[in-house]
T-cell receptor, first 115, second 116 residues
Framework: AQKVTQAQTEISVVEKEDVTLDCVYETRDTTYYLFWYKQPPSGELVFLIRRNSFDEQNEISGRYSWNFQKSTSSFNFTITASQVVDSAVYFCALSEARQGGKLIFGQGTELSVKP | DAGITQSPRHKVTETGTPVTLRCHQTENHRYMYWYRQDPGHGLRLIHYSYGVKDTDKGEVSDGYSVSRSKTEDFLLTLESATSSQTSVYFC???????????????FGEGSRLTVL
């Protein structure tokens, strides 16, 4: 069965600190996709990244970076030099290729960045 | 931004009453989904559609039905609302153009439903 676990329910940091959000997944498929979404206090869901299971290259986008490790079934998300605007709930999600676009979400991690 | 509109955005209803939530898209995407968001559970898939009149159940489909008579509209119906269906409901769309490739999901703004 497929499952996504975000063990950190809440994280609180002070502005400019680096913070890593953990995501561990379970799947039996060899072809799958991993996602991160951001949900700011306004409530909408914002797509951040999609990664397929054959691409373990880490990705960096500005202050955001993602570390994908198949050996540990993890897809962690790091924010460097956090800002107050980064305060949001972050969701990790998994989709198996044979399941089409159906995403399985983790429980979410609420990040609070204090000035 | 993807053109997805959910209506109503907020609704308060009583137990036992029927409720219909509407998702309208202007992107002509093939796939549409209904998710519910609850504290401690993240988002869970209720139903999805892969084309007009083609729908299937998700993880938490009990108590819900859906219909898709046009590409642009996907309706979620609670035949007899219960307090356990109090939640925030999100519609999502995607356009996977390659077989087996999961495309990015674009989400609507959500509909907050309270069942008293």
């Amino acid at each position: 069965a497929q499952k996504v676990t975000q063990a950190q329910t809440e994280i609180s940091v002070v502005e400019k600190e680096d913070v890593t959000l953990d995501c561990v997944y379970e799947t039996r498929d060899t072809t799958y996709y991993l996602f991160w979404y951001k949900q700011p206090p306004s409530g909408e869901l914002v797509f951040l990244i999609r990664r397929n299971s054959f691409d373990e290259q880490n990705e960096i986008s500005g202050r955001y970076s993602w570390n994908f490790q198949k050996s540990t079934s993890s897809f962690n998300f790091t924010i460097t030099a956090s800002q107050v605007v980064d305060s949001a709930v972050y969701f990790c999600a998994l989709s198996e290729a044979r399941q089409g676009g159906k995403l399985i979400f983790g429980q979410g991690t609420e990040l609070s960045v204090k000035p | 931004d993807a053109g997805i509109t959910q209506s109503p955005r907020h609704k308060v209803t009583e137990t036992g009453t029927p409720v219909t939530l509407r998702c309208h898209q202007t992107e002509n995407h093939r796939y549409m989904y209904w998710y519910r968001q609850d504290p401690g559970h993240g988002l869970r898939l209720i139903h999805y559609s892969y084309g007009v009149k083609d729908t299937d159940k998700g993880e938490v489909s009990d108590g819900y039905s859906v219909s898709r008579s046009k590409t642009e509209d996907f309706l979620l119906t609670l035949e007899s609302a219960t307090s356990s269906q109090t939640s925030v409901y999100f519609c999502a769309i995607s356009d996977s153009t390659l077989a087996g490739v999961t495309g990015e999901l674009f989400f609507g703004e959500g509909s907050r439903l309270t069942v008293l």
